[in-house]
């Protein structure tokens, strides 16, 4: 259970390793905030999806699957899109397009396909979680370089003044590409680079604490990487 | 806005996979012989404008006010899908050589989000249905575009060296941010050669 878990951070980030849910890492990751919203939503869905459907494995013919599980998500995403309205506009506004398009996110109707259908709940929260964790993570990290050289701030919160760390020699004459889309394709590009350095790197030494380790120097070599690249 | 202009903004400026960055599930298994990127992405193209015409319609005259709009995303989800369901299997009979390549790993589904948000972004827009049509076009023109370019190019970088750290889908988004590079700057140049 807790390897149901962990898979999905490292070993199988959604991300950067099996590839899927990319579209939204690619479009909200400008601004930090926005990202590690949109990956709650993401895992609050895959956990919603995940319980309901592993819940019911024995009910759904086999033939209803797709339609059954599209069916749920989008009542689900409709959920997430008002509740997203009422509380925060700014961000739902920011958002735009990419809150409804939970309802088609490869992710969560790859794991609500595959694994909900053939595990118990408490394996399927588990695997929910890691996948969302490893989700946020991922679209935290885009977002954290993107926004640092694109436009030199760091955005903890949507309200303005509050939360909002601006570098003093970036913020002033940011490389304003890197907040467009190229900046998202040229990061996740070398961030996926430079993920798979990381793991050839750990697969090789094989020690048993080697992610946390790894983790911090690929912060850095990223930064350079980033920097270098555009 | 003028017919030229929505063709210029869905097809280049705005550009689905380059600029709004969806559909990225079949882009990066692009089909390796031309003619079957250009078969696929036709399916799509075709998809594309039906749906658009379909949703205008609905969501401009049938599903208003508070309650029934919130039926919106189920609605064009069920109907973009069972369209995508009724392309492939159409495709599958009529011209068995060509199969859809696109949805490898996920029949049909794969090509979902780039219809989808076609869909959302031509609804948000003050459109008439007309106008929202040739918008959906114009965004699969797009698609069209974007899936003959990422194909020939990989089929030229699986004969370079690439370094093994970035073979295979880092080197595909890279190329695609160099790509996307020509598309922001033509929103520029061309939009104020327009309208300036």
Redesign the interface.
Known sequence: MLQDFSRGLFTRNPVFVV??G??PA??VTVQFVNAVVLGACVTGALLCMGLSVSLLRNFIPANLR??AV??ML??L??AT??LLKATAPVLSSRL??YV??I????LI??RA?TFAFTHAPGRTVADALGMGGGFTLALGLIAFFRELIGSGTITFFPASGYGLIALPGLADSPAA?IA???????T???L???F??VR?VGNRRKAARRTSDDEGEGKTEGEAEGRTGP | MSVFSIIITFAFTGNIV????????PM?HPPKKTGSAIGSACAVVFVMTCSTLVSQVVGRYLLVGPVLS?????CF??MV?GFLFATERAVRRFWPALRLSLGAS?PA??A??AV??TV??SL?NDFSPAEGTLAGFASGLGFLLAVLLMSSIRERLDLENV????RG??????T???I??G??ALDVALLSHIFG
């Open positions: 590839l899927i990319l579209c690619l479009a797709i339609p599209l069916i989008t009542a995403t409709t899109d008002q735009g397009i409804p398009l309802a088609v996110n490869c109707l790859g396909g590409v467009g889309p190229v900046g998202a394709f040229l996740v590009g070398l996926m680079g430079l798979n350095v050839a | 380059f600029i709004q960055c969806l559909g990225w599930c990066l919130s039926f919106r995303i189920m989800v069920l899908t996920i589904v794969s979902n989000c989808l948000g959302f972004m948000k370094p093994r750290a970035l889908a880092p080197i595909a988004f890279i695609a941010g160099l996307s590079l598309f922001v």
